[in-house]
Structures are given as structure tokens and as C-alpha cells.
């Protein structure tokens, strides 16, 4: 079966300093991966998508980027972290093709101090 | 894009009460999704649902795409129910998924 691993859980980190989030997924192969965002409050924003290796499709422009070394490696990072990247942030994945459930790692909650 | 919009935002049952939260959407969908996300901030998938009903013990889902909604039942609620319930949807020719702002249930013993 898939298993989707997130790490760290938490992280506290000065503001500008670096940050990498890393992704795994195990058990499939050439999944969709998906960063998201939730900031304080509920709603979930979509920062990054990859269909492939090397394939990054950014959603939104901020301080953050995301590479896809490996079929089944997502990493978020940053080079210069700011008090606003604070949130939690969830990686997903999902079968390619258009009808299948998203999945979710168990997030990562940042702080920026 | 594609709006979202569930109802009611906050929701406080008395455990063993029943529950409908609704997801409305503004498009036509390929996919519809049920999350909990639960008080240590894991999402959990409940239903892949673009279409039709299905049920997974006390909980259950209802899509009816071509109105463009869709419900989330809960019956005999507990405690463990609690958490924040998501709907998220994809609209045609589209990657990503879009939610909803989620509704808060909280469940008092």
C-alpha cells in the first residue's frame, strides 16, 4: 500500500534563515505531488504541483520554492525565511490522471520567529 | 476558478446527535473529497465522492453533481468526531483541488 512520510513535524526557525520541508511517497510510481499551505484559520492554499520529475507548477508567487529531484521526492524550500511563511504545510499526493483521491502526509508546522 | 462554499462554518452537537454539513460548488467537478482534519492537524480522506452516495459506518456522503452539491452525514456522533470537515473539489481540465472553508464540529459529551 502508498505511504505518504513529512518531516520535520515541527520546526522553529529565525527569520531568515533557511528552510527544506522534504516529502517521500512510497508504494506508486509518477505521482502528482502537491504542497499546500494553512495558515492560521482553516483554508488551504495550493502552493505547488509537480506531474514528473523536474515538472514545478507554482500557484502562487511568495518567498518559497520546490524541486522534485526523484519521482517520489517533494521538497519545499526557502532561502530566506519571513515571519508570514509561519503556517502548516501539508504535502499530497496522487495517482496521475484526473480521477483519483488527493492523500496527505501528517504536515509540518513551522514557525517563523 | 472554481468556488467552494460549505455551511454551516461552526457546529456544536451533543454526542449522539445527528449531522448534515453541505458543500456547494460553482462548476462542473471530476472529483469531490470529504477530509477531517482532526485536532492534531491531520487530514484524513473519508470520501472520494464526485458522484452518487456511499457510506463508511456512521458516516456517509451524498454528490449530486449535476445540482452542485454535496452531503456529508454524520449520525450517532462522539467526541472523536471532532475536527474541522473539508470539501474540496476539481473542476475540469484542472490539477489542483479546491477547498472549501471547512466546517468546525464540535462534539460535547
Known amino acids: 500500500s502508498q505511504t505518504i512520510h513529512q518531516w520535520p513535524a515541527t520546526l522553529v526557525q529565525p527569520v531568515g534563515s533557511p528552510l527544506s520541508l522534504e516529502c517521500t511517497v512510497e508504494?506508486?510510481?509518477?505521482?502528482?505531488l502537491y504542497w499546500y499551505r494553512q495558515a492560521a484559520g482553516r483554508g488551504l492554499q495550493l502552493l505547488f504541483y509537480?506531474?514528473?520529475?523536474?515538472?514545478i507548477s507554482s500557484e502562487v508567487p511568495q518567498n518559497l520554492s520546490a524541486s522534485r529531484p526523484q519521482d517520489r521526492q517533494f521538497i519545499l524550500s526557502s532561502k530566506k525565511l519571513l515571519l508570514s511563511d509561519s503556517g502548516f504545510y501539508l504535502c499530497?499526493?496522487?495517482?496521475?490522471?484526473?480521477?483519483?483521491?488527493?492523500?496527505f502526509g501528517n504536515g509540518t508546522r513551522l514557525t517563523v520567529t | 476558478g472554481i468556488q467552494v462554499e460549505q455551511s454551516p462554518p461552526d457546529l456544536i452537537l451533543q454526542e449522539g446527535a445527528n449531522s448534515t454539513l453541505r458543500c456547494n460548488f460553482s462548476?462542473?467537478?471530476?472529483?469531490l473529497q470529504w477530509f477531517h482534519q482532526n485536532p492534531w492537524g491531520q487530514l484524513i480522506n473519508l470520501f472520494y465522492?464526485?458522484?452518487g452516495t456511499k457510506q463508511n459506518g456512521r458516516l456517509s456522503a451524498t454528490t449530486v453533481a449535476t445540482e452542485r452539491y454535496s452531503l456529508l452525514y454524520i449520525s450517532s456522533s462522539q467526541t472523536t468526531d471532532s475536527g474541522v470537515y473539508f470539501c474540496?473539489?476539481?473542476?475540469?481540465?484542472?490539477?489542483?483541488?479546491?477547498f472549501g472553508k471547512g466546517t468546525k464540529l464540535s462534539v460535547i459529551p
Open positions: 499530497a499526493w496522487r495517482l496521475g490522471g484526473h480521477n483519483s483521491p488527493l492523500h
Open positions: 508504494g506508486t510510481s509518477n505521482p502528482n
Open positions: 509537480s506531474v514528473g520529475i523536474g515538472q
Open positions: 462548476d462542473s467537478v471530476n472529483n
Open positions: 465522492i464526485p458522484s
Open positions: 474540496a473539489v476539481r473542476g475540469a481540465g484542472s490539477y489542483q483541488l479546491t
